[in-house]
């Protein structure tokens, strides 16, 4: 976990909640904090208390305790993702240098405490930001992280980014695949002609004779 000092909060949300008791009602506080240290790690957490600035420090620890790492590549993230949680549905996509933090609420809070400076996003469905910072949340652990993709495939991470620039899990999973048939049909071929030369010597052999 990082330093505590290196780290920024941000409240995403509040919400009073009010309890109704035998003759009384009893109001406390939700509050929703975004943690991160603006260079890939981030986290959110949700505090309960009767005071506003006592949930604040409660949704902190919580939100310190659940950090995440955020995978970028330069100001950006590797490639483009769409996650859902309950009813809200986040997307995010890729941006070249310049382009800024296109995202609004809770978005925007988890995507600039990751550190994150180029990225297109949208918020489908649901309007609640409770669930749309655990989306965005959800989409940030579900991408993948191109360089422990290529130390998989053995290869540099600067030619996987050349060969599928931006590509999501599922265009590298089937990259992977068309490059394994490419290479079972070239050994195919490869047999072939190995039998049919095999023939042809035979065929030559039988001549002769």
């Known amino acids: 976990m990082a330093n505590n000092q290196d780290l920024d909060d941000r409240v995403v949300y509040i919400n009073r909640v009010a309890k109704t008791a035998t003759g009384s009602s009893i109001l406390s506080f939700s509050t929703m904090v975004a943690v991160g240290n603006r260079d890939g790690k981030v986290g959110i957490g949700i505090g309960k208390d009767q005071e506003v600035p006592d949930s604040i420090h409660k949704a902190r620890d919580i939100a310190e305790e659940q950090m995440i790492d955020a995978p970028r590549i330069g100001t950006t993230i590797p490639h483009e993702i769409e996650t859902e949680f309950n009813s809200a549905r986040v997307l995010l996509k890729p941006a070249s240098p310049g382009t800024g933090v296109i995202a609004g609420g809770a978005v925007r809070a988890v995507i600039e405490l990751a550190g994150i400076k180029d990225i297109l996003t949208k918020s489908l469905g649901s ?13 940030l652990q579900e991408i993948k992280d191109p360089h422990k993709v290529a130390q998989m495939r053995d290869i540099p991470v600067e030619e996987l980014l050349v060969r599928n620039p931006f590509g999501g899990p599922e265009e590298i999973i089937e990259d992977q695949l068309e490059e394994e048939g490419a290479d079972e049909e070239s050994s195919e071929d490869d047999d072939e002609s190995e039998s049919a030369e095999a023939e042809n010597e035979e065929a030559e052999t039988v001549e002769t004779t």
């Open 127 to 139: 309007d609640n930001p409770l669930n749309i910072a655990r989306a965005t949340m959800q989409a």
